[in-house]
């Protein structure tokens, strides 16, 4: 995954778990893959919305319901003579009828 585009991998999700999926069946489909929380914990479904940054840094917030941050990826990658922690986060979110409306995929640097 490291390798691929954030739209790569989104819509590679997609093909896998489409709009109007259930939560079951992205935790079905987590399962199957053995992904993670970011954190280590068992994926579950989320009370709250998803969050996903916009192109100035501010948070913002999709969905009504969610699942993640899925970790895909873990790397490092070689800046300016270091080596940066970089990870791929993933959420899915759902609407107030439990139907996947959206998957957000992104590449950050895992800091402490």
Known sequence: MRFQSEGHIRQSLIKQTPFGSS????????????YKNFGGSEPKYNKGPAIAHDQEGKCI?????????????HYSVPVDGFQVEMC???????????KLINVLVSKELDTP
């Open 61 to 73: 917030f999709i969905g009504k319901r969610s699942i993640g941050p899925i970790l895909l990826d």
């Open 23 to 34: 939560p079951e069946l992205v935790l079905n489909f987590l399962k199957n893959y053995h």
């Open 88 to 98: 791929v986060l993933v959420f899915w979110a759902f609407d107030e009828k439990d």
